[in-house]
């Protein structure tokens, strides 16, 4: 079941003072998203992730297209109590503690003050904040700590989607592997989690289905073996031998490109029929297998040079 639904979504920015210009921040985004995942939203700075969130969370206007969240247009505020949203750059009140943000987080949704107490600590300690300074002024918080607050207030209504625009920013390596650990928590509680990101890794590792934005325009969309697999061919090959060298080999294998590597020689096919003949010519050359593997590119590689990219 589709929960997100993007269509069309074009945002122009009017920029300057006496000349006014346009600046298209999004460019024609459709996009949809099914229950239950881990939506990777990736794109260097600038290219329109934070805009996006922002329309879907109606804090700014489309200039055109739509959107749907759980089945409603987002104009419908009453779907807005079933998602939660981390800002890129959280606005704090920076003189309330950490208790006390989360407990008025949770009075906006209306509950009661017992539940939001209750709440209000399970979270707090969920995403890891030092107990001793959950009584502590917002304002005397690093930005690590801040971050950990903010996705606490992302979740404080229980939300069955939760867009999370730049999670891991300002954490240290440990605050990453646990923010990473609590995404991932929230998808085995059966939620839906669209995230932004320009680091590749945070992306790689947690995401199911990966959208890359390039300036403004969806450039790719799809799982990311799907996506690695695209630019290199459905079905590119790689097996690695030892035992034999590639001018021994290449005599049984004219036709193919055999290169050395430290981990042996490294030869590459256009698709799996091709490995018996791989295997018959490393047998008279005298060589071993080591491993046969379909080719896939780094995420990097399609996050940088993707061929749709204007
Ligand atoms: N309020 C604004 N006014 C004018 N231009 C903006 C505004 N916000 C963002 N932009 C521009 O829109 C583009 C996309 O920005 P943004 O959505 O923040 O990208 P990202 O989150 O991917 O880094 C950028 O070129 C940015 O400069
Ligand atoms: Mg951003």
Redesign the pocket.
Known sequence: MKVIEIKNLTKD?E?GFWRKRK?R?LDDLSLSIDRGQIFGFL??????????LKLLMRLIFPTNGAAQILGRDIQDVSMHERIGYLP?NPYFYDYLTAREFLDYCAQIFGLPATERKKRAADLLARVKLDERRWDTQLRKFSKGMLQRVGLAQSLINDPEIVFLDEPMSGLDPVGRREVRDLIAALRDEGKTVFM?S?ILSDIEVLCDRVAI?KR?RLAQVGYLDELRRKTEGPNRMEVMATGTDARKLSRHLPKTEIAPTPRGLRIEVASEDQIDEVLAALRKAGGKIVSVQPVTQSLEELFIDTPKAN
């Open positions: 920015y920029v600046v921040a794109g260097a700075n600038g290219a329109g992730k934070t805009t996006t890129e932004c320009h934005l403004g």
